[in-house]
Each structure stands twice: as structure tokens, then as C-alpha cells.
């Protein structure tokens, strides 16, 4: 399995960026996948996660209406569109697939990738 | 409460047994899973639902489960277990996942 995070870097407040996880090594489109990020020095936070078929999506409270995840399973890949960027949206970005048997743990994580925002 | 708490830092002994809380509304409907993060890595799963393993997690690591708290218990401490450990869990919606703030383990 792996999992390659890309698309992070340095955005304006009030901007938008595009994440995205290239998949690899199992068949993506059997396993529920997830954002999860790491505010710099802090804990751990599921942002959120969709379906096999993506046409279920859950998303924090924080970030409901402003971020859209999304996969292509024709391309083994996974996508967080982030708008309205928030200083408190800075963190690394982590890819990560859920269990076969247990859609809520989590088995594989990408090495994440860098959001940053700033005025 | 879709929170979890855990206790900020534990400290043990090499060789001896620790034990790593969790406790939230949530997990009296739910199970836990257990994390490991060392500084500048991804985390690693290392333990998840009533007690289970994944391949290449030591089985000196253990998880359990009471009311409204979940244990992560490392029976005979290594010193590659220093790390942080994180607990995660559904909240009450069920459809949303919260983790608890970490706990930074300390091998003596």
C-alpha cells in the first residue's frame, strides 16, 4: 500500500488549494478513504472521509461547506478542495485509508502534505 | 460530548507496564482505535475495535474497553516505544470521527 500526498504549499487567507493522493498498491476503490490533519505542535484531527463510490461524504464542523473531498476511482485517486482558507486550516494534510472490515480505523496514512495560510 | 480525553503525558519505566486512557460519551457506544506518532512521521495503527492487532504491531501492546473509557496498555515498555499516542473514536452522530488530544509517552 502507498499512499502520496501532494498539492500543499502557501495560500492567502480567504483562498483556495486543491490536495491530492495518489493510490497505489491495493484496490482503491474497495476502501473508504480520509483526510486527516496535524496542526503544527498539535494533535490529530479527521477531517473527513467518503465511501467507496463516493457518494457518501462526511466532513468536521469546522470545515463543512468550504471543503469538498472527492475520489476518481478510474485513477486511484483522492482529492480535498479547500476554499475560504482559514489561518487555523494550517497543518499537514495526511491521505489515509480506512480497514476492509472496519470503515472507521484507519490502516495506511500518505506522508502528508503541508497547508499553510497566511495574510 | 463528541470529545476524548486523554492525560497530556505518562511516563514508565523500561520493561514495565503501562496503561494509556481514553475517555468520552461516545465510547460507551462505540469502540476505539490506538495510534502511534513519532516525531516527523505519519501515525501508525496499533490497535483497533475490542482488542485487535494489526500485523507487525508487538503483542506487548493490548487495548481494552469500559464505560466511557478505552485503555491502551504496553505490557514490558521498549524504549522504541516512545512516542505519542492518540485515541479516536465515532461521535455520538456515529458518522464523524474526533480523536483525543494525544498522550506523549516517556520510556525512563
Redesign the interface.
Known amino acids: 500500500v502507498q499512499l502520496v500526498d501532494s498539492g500543499g504549499g502557501l495560500v492567502q487567507t480567504g483562498g483556495s488549494l486543491r490536495l491530492a493522493c495518489a493510490a497505489s498498491g491495493f484496490t482503491f476503490s474497495r476502501y473508504r478513504m480520509n483526510w486527516v490533519r496535524q496542526a503544527p505542535g498539535k494533535g490529530l484531527e479527521w477531517v473527513a472521509n467518503i465511501n467507496e463510490d463516493g457518494s457518501e461524504k462526511h466532513y468536521v464542523d469546522s470545515v463543512e461547506g468550504r471543503f469538498t473531498i472527492s475520489r476518481d476511482n478510474a485513477k486511484n485517486s483522492l482529492s480535498l478542495q479547500m476554499s475560504s482558507l482559514r489561518a487555523e486550516d494550517t497543518a499537514v494534510y495526511y491521505c489515509v485509508k480506512s480497514l476492509p472490515s472496519a470503515k472507521y480505523y484507519f490502516d495506511s496514512w500518505g506522508q502528508g502534505t503541508l497547508v499553510t495560510v497566511s495574510s | 460530548s463528541s470529545e476524548l480525553t486523554q492525560d497530556p503525558a505518562v511516563s514508565v519505566a523500561l520493561g514495565q507496564t503501562v496503561r494509556i486512557t481514553c475517555q468520552g460519551d461516545s465510547l460507551r457506544n462505540?469502540y476505539t482505535?490506538w495510534?502511534r506518532?513519532k516525531p516527523g512521521q505519519?501515525?501508525?495503527?496499533v490497535i483497533?475495535?475490542k482488542n485487535n492487532r494489526?500485523s507487525g504491531i508487538p503483542d506487548r501492546f493490548s487495548g481494552s474497553n469500559s464505560g466511557n473509557t478505552a485503555s491502551l496498555t504496553i505490557t514490558g515498555a521498549q524504549a522504541e516505544d516512545e512516542a505519542?499516542y492518540?485515541c479516536?473514536?465515532?461521535d455520538s452522530s456515529g458518522?464523524?470521527?474526533?480523536?483525543?488530544?494525544?498522550t506523549k509517552l516517556t520510556v525512563l
Do not use: E, T
Request: glycine share 16%; hydrophobic share 25%; proline share 8%.
Open positions: 462505540y482505535s495510534y506518532q505519519a501515525p501508525v495503527l483497533y475495535g494489526p505519542d492518540y479516536n473514536s465515532r458518522n464523524h470521527l474526533v480523536f483525543g488530544g494525544g
